[in-house]
């Protein structure tokens, strides 16, 4: 049997074109999680699909970052695939782990899906140190920009959600969360 795994790391991203390159390759069973790839932890579809998985089957993936973006869990699921018997496809990279080429492909890609993470959170402190030393980091979030009293203000006066959405130039979601704030 051939199984997918899709990942995406946060629920405004899209599924849908891991999902199609997936049933392309031949996949009869997807599983498909919206949650970050830095760990394995909390990734409970991955999970379900490995204990799930075979001598025989493969696992199909788009690319290796989608399965792990740090070397070690990669390689112990890897390891943990090969002593069960099961290989391991990529649709976007030459990553096929019953040939040699294809386990030092996957080792290379590994390697640097793991610096992409570590680059990527270098530049984030980087930021933030920046941002605390010119005064202008809270470490909440952005500073809000709807002023929940006068939304209160305006639905004291008699104003619905939608006109006092209309009226601020915000959406009525943010009325209703400016609201409820408020209580």
């Not at 999970?47 to 973006?69: C, M, N, P, S, W």
């Amino acid at each position: 049997m051939i199984y997918g795994y899709a990942r995406v790391s946060s629920m405004d991203q899209d599924l849908s074109i891991q999902r199609a390159a997936l049933t392309a390759a031949g996949c009869t069973i997807i599983r498909e999680e919206k949650v970050s790839g830095t760990s394995t932890e909390g990734r409970e579809e991955l999970k379900t699909l490995l204990q799930f998985l075979r001598e025989g089957d493969t696992l199909v993936i788009t690319r290796i970052d989608r399965l792990a973006r740090n070397m070690r869990d990669l390689e112990n699921i890897v390891h943990d695939l090969k002593q069960r018997g099961i290989a391991l496809k990529a649709t976007e990279q030459p990553i096929d782990t019953s040939t040699a080429a294809g386990k030092a492909v996957l080792d290379m890609l590994g390697v640097f899906a793991e610096f992409e993470t570590n680059l990527r959170r270098e530049r984030q402190l980087e930021g933030i140190a920046k941002a605390k030393a010119a005064g202008l980091y809270a470490g909440k979030g952005r500073p809000a920009s709807i002023d929940a009293t006068q939304v209160r203000a305006m639905k004291a006066q008699g104003l619905g959600a939608t006109a006092i959405a209309k009226e601020l130039g915000i959406g009525r979601a943010s009325v209703y969360r400016a609201l409820e704030a408020a209580e």
